[in-house]
């Protein structure tokens, strides 16, 4: 999973591996139908931004969002 966190203070990037139930709720639930979040990009200040982007195939997460083609979907 890659949590993406933005605001005034500054962008805070974390990756880490959860399980199933983690990327079902934090991804699917809670970021995957957000236009921020859909519409990131990583070269542009946002405000306000918590996302969590959680991928399923190897090396997924090397870059700041990981590609659309590798996001989970349940």
Request: hydrophobic share 30%; with cysteine.
């Amino acid at each position: 999973m890659t949590d993406i966190q933005e605001s005034q203070a500054g962008r805070f990037i974390v990756k880490r591996c959860v399980n199933e139930a983690t990327c079902y709720n934090d991804w699917f639930i809670l970021s995957s139908d957000q236009n921020d979040c859909l519409n990131f990009d990583p070269r542009l200040p946002a405000d306000n931004l918590d996302c969590h982007f959680c991928c399923v195939s190897d090396n997924c997460n090397t870059g700041t969002k990981p590609a659309d083609s590798s996001l989970y979907n349940p």
